[in-house]
């Protein structure tokens, strides 16, 4: 075998090394691509994740205010400008080229930023004076909310509802009785009337077979209502429902199911506002824990969320609260304060779950 020229070995090796050092400059230039690539991925996962808590933050229950001023305080004025175009269910670009706030969607946020203020003043309120607001609130919408005058005149003690009413000849110089009958003329309004002026037995006596044969009546005037006449217009369910104790009404509840073998509220479902009055004064737990399941949700309507802070705060003081926790875990398999924290946001809801906190 012919040994190369030293020279040539050297240009070889020479040649060699240069390759050596192209491919090894190449590895590096690409080692340092991939980087960048990785840094920019990471960049805009950040980005993405910090746009995503943000729309949270601006959604649900009440906002979180810590995180308006760790992210949003902190972004300039092109990261403001990249949230807004990436996200259209809040902004939409106007024809002017700019992108402009939904409208709607500022009138939500003020009510959101306002939410804890409305449940620190309704908690700190006499329960009189809160009941007898919350009235007054329920009859001035244009469409009266008669699901809120059940829920107080059914669910308060005799002294409470009382109380109430005293508190609204204070505030508005009016009784909630004549309010109620101008403000609705529906044919609920003789039942509503009714059950805010009830001064309810409240002691452990029950005659049973009163209640049995009340239980009757109910069967009797549920099977012949129509539309000429309502449940609502019975002057005889009218009487049982606005005097009789709830002890009296929860026996009759239990005699109306072994007679018929289906739970009154259940054959009142044709009537939301019977079957209101009925669960409301039977079955509170079951009645409040159904509200809250309803409205702990992202998508529900203004009514809807109050009526989240409107039943913590007026249920918070009473043994109503370890009932509803017990019986929205059983019905929903899921705590209250997880679903709470789970659609709520910042103060509101830390709020919120330090007040169902009380009855553990």
Not at 236 to 244: A, C, D, K
Request: with cysteine.
């Amino acid at each position: 075998m012919t040994e190369l020229p030293l020279i040539t070995h050297i240009n070889v090796v020479g040649i060699e090394s240069q390759h050596l050092s192209a491919l090894f400059s190449l590895t590096g230039t690409q080692r340092d691509k991939n980087s960048k690539t990785e840094k920019n991925n990471r960049k805009k996962m950040a980005e993405a994740n910090s746009y995503a808590a943000l729309t949270k933050a601006f959604s649900g229950l009440g906002v979180d205010e810590n995180l308006f001023i760790s992210t949003l305080g902190k972004w300039n004025r092109h990261q403001r400008e990249s949230y807004r175009v990436s996200t259209p269910g809040f902004f939409r670009e106007d024809e002017r080229q700019f992108q402009r706030w939904d409208d709607q969607h500022i009138l939500q946020l003020r009510q959101e930023f306002l939410r804890l203020k409305d449940a620190v003043v309704l908690y700190t309120m006499h329960p009189w004076e809160r009941d007898a607001r919350l009235f007054k609130e329920a009859l001035l919408l244009q469409v009266p909310k008669h699901d809120v005058l059940i829920e107080i005149a059914c669910t308060r003690s005799s002294e409470d509802l009382l109380g109430a009413r005293k508190a609204y000849h204070s505030l508005f110089e009016h009784s909630i009785e004549e309010d109620i009958a101008f403000h609705i003329r529906s044919p609920e309004r003789k039942l509503l009337v009714a059950l805010v002026s009830s001064y309810r037995y409240e002691g452990p006596r029950v005659n049973d077979d009163l209640a049995k044969s009340e239980a009757k009546i109910f069967e009797n005037a549920i099977k012949n209502a129509n539309k000429k006449k309502l449940i609502d217009e019975d002057e005889e369910i009218v009487r049982i429902l606005s005097t009789r104790s709830k002890l009296h009404l929860k026996a009759i509840y239990r005699h109306y199911k072994e007679i018929t073998g289906n739970s009154l509220d259940e054959d009142l479902e044709g009537d939301l506002t019977m079957k209101q009055v009925v669960q409301c004064l039977s079955v509170p737990k079951a009645y409040f824990s159904k509200i809250l399941i309803a409205s702990l949700r992202l998508d529900v309507d203004e009514s809807a969320k109050d009526s989240v802070t409107r039943v913590i705060v007026t249920r918070a003081d009473d043994d109503d609260m370890k009932q509803i926790k017990e019986e929205f875990q059983s019905k929903y398999g899921t705590t209250l304060a997880a679903k709470i924290a789970e659609v709520a946001n910042g103060s509101y809801k830390d709020f919120l779950l330090t007040i169902i906190a009380k009855s553990d």
